[in-house]
């Protein structure tokens, strides 16, 4: 299997060159040359697979020969021994048309921690096996950036820095993030939003001499292996609810900001899984939203909202899909990336448009509705959605159709977004790994929103000794 970039200006590589990538060298991303297609009797096959057993099955179509399958193996059950749940994703059951994936057992409660524990130990395996300094450098909406941290925390010749966007993240994911006083960790709290945090570590990865000289390796869903690892929860449920579905069409509603998550799903989709409708769920920032209604790409305003982690107004991996929703043309996607960057949108056109309406539905869902989905499953159900989480269920109720089912998305834990949930007056007892943060000491550098302020900090992180990266 070789990787090639969605721009086409970037030679084939391999699996382990690809992840080390991270953006490609073209200002791409980087995706399969040929996706493998599993075929229904092999589904079949996997009906009864554990988590770590499926996600090798998976991988293995991916990696090629370039990690033995005994390194994988352990790699694998590394990673998902630090998650709570031993199904490590419970698919529970809400009605007889609802199910909730619930993807926030790992250890920062969010979805982030089932791609990024990986990640974690691929970067230390790499790090070990072939000498090479990792120096991780990465955005976050506020759960990306806490899940890196605890995947690489106390491992041997890794760096990793994480700007994320200064008061616009909630509380617990702040304490995530900051309490961490390791060496090897830097935090850095930007007077900006998401976007401009995304923006700042894009310009540096598109810097390649700034990039090769500081070993600089990405952590945000621009890293194909995070879009891989996270196609293994579409799978497992899938396998679960049709046991006792068999004649109805799955749907999967995905709170979504980066498009990272759902492009999994895309993913999983060509690969031969038998989904019916991926449903975008957004909050009101809804770019996604409006350009399945409209064909029209372009960022709106950018709002706040209690669903911090999707306030996004660029998603990152709209130009993964947008490559094969123009039949895999390289061109064409350099030539409406550059139409994005100088006329800030994209427009598809109505033929193009009848695909994704086959494909996908859309639903922007008001911070308002939001609270008000908080209120009625915890009266209704008994169970707690976390506002992201709500946002899918928004979307689901939106668009369920007769003889559908759907698989919605909790992407985290309702105890990181206490801030919404006492809106709803519902008093939550929180785990006590967040309990515990509460009262610990904050490490965190507040720095302005530029390119060269960030390169200043940046600089004098890695040329500070740390005992844990001299290898
Ligand atoms: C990151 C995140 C999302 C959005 O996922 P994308 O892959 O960026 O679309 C949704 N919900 C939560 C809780 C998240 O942390």
Redesign the pocket.
């Known amino acids: 299997m070789k990787y090639i970039s969605t721009r086409g200006n970037v030679e084939p590589r391999g699996f382990i060159e690809t992840v080390l990538m991270g953006l490609a060298d073209d200002g791409g991303l980087m995706i399969p040359a040929e996706i493998p297609v599993i075929s229904p009797a092999t589904l079949v096959e996997w009906e009864n697979l554990s988590y770590q057993e499926l996600f090798l099955e998976i991988f293995l179509y991916y990696v090629n020969d370039e990690i033995p399958l005994e390194d994988l193996k352990e790699m694998v059950a590394k990673s998902y021994s630090t998650f709570r749940d031993p199904a490590i994703t419970p698919v529970k059951p809400i009605t007889d048309k609802l199910y909730v994936l619930e993807l926030f057992h790992g250890p920062t409660f969010?979805?982030?921690d089932v791609a990024l524990q990986f990640m974690g130990e691929l970067y230390s395996y790499i790090s070990k096996k072939q000498g090479e300094i990792i120096h991780i450098l990465g955005a976050t909406?506020?759960?990306?950036g806490a899940a890196a941290i605890q995947g690489v925390r106390g491992k041997e010749g890794i760096r990793i820095c994480v700007l994320h966007p200064h008061q616009k993240v909630s509380k617990v994911q702040e304490l995530q993030m900051t309490t961490v006083n390791d060496a090897n960790v830097l935090n850095l709290s930007v007077k900006g939003n998401f976007d401009d945090c995304q923006r700042i570590i894009k310009e540096l990865f598109g810097d390649l001499g700034f990039k090769g000289e500081h070993h600089l390796r990405a952590i945000n869903?621009i890293n194909f292996v995070r879009i891989l690892a996270?196609t293994v929860y579409y799978f497992y449920a899938y396998l679960q609810v049709v046991k006792t579905n068999k004649d109805a069409s799955i749907n999967f509603s995905?709170?979504?900001?980066?498009?990272?998550?759902?492009?999994?799903g895309y993913l999983a989709k060509r690969m031969g899984l038998p989904v019916n409708k991926l449903i975008i769920a957004t909050n009101e920032n809804n770019i996604l939203e409006r350009f399945i209604q409209t064909g029209e790409y372009k960022p709106g305003d950018f709002l706040s909202t209690y669903?911090p982690?999707?306030d996004?107004q660029i998603?990152s991996?709209f130009e993964r899909y947008l490559y094969y929703l123009v039949g895999e043309d390289a061109e064409k996607v350099s030539a409406y990336m550059k139409k994005f960057q100088d006329e800030g949108q994209i427009v598809i056109g109505a033929e193009a448009m009848q695909q994704v309406h086959a494909e996908f539905a859309a639903y922007g869902v008001k911070n308002a509705e939001c609270l008000q989905v908080i209120s009625k499953y915890k009266a209704n159900h008994e169970y707690l959605l976390?506002p992201?989480?709500a946002c899918g269920i928004a979307a689901y109720e939106t668009y369920s159709g007769d003889n559908e089912v759907c698989v919605s998305f909790a992407?985290?834990h309702p105890a990181?977004f206490d801030e919404a949930i006492k809106l709803c007056n519902i008093e939550q007892v929180l785990p006590a790994e967040i309990q515990q943060l509460l009262v610990m000491p904050q490490y965190q550098t507040i720095v302005d929103n530029s390119k060269e302020e960030i390169v200043k900090q940046l600089e004098a992180f890695y040329s500070r000794a740390t005992d844990v990266v001299e290898n």
């Open positions: 969010a979805f982030k909406s506020g759960d990306t869903s996270q995905i709170p979504s900001g980066n498009f990272g998550n759902v492009f999994s669903s982690s999707m996004i998603a991996n976390d992201h989480t992407t985290a990181k």
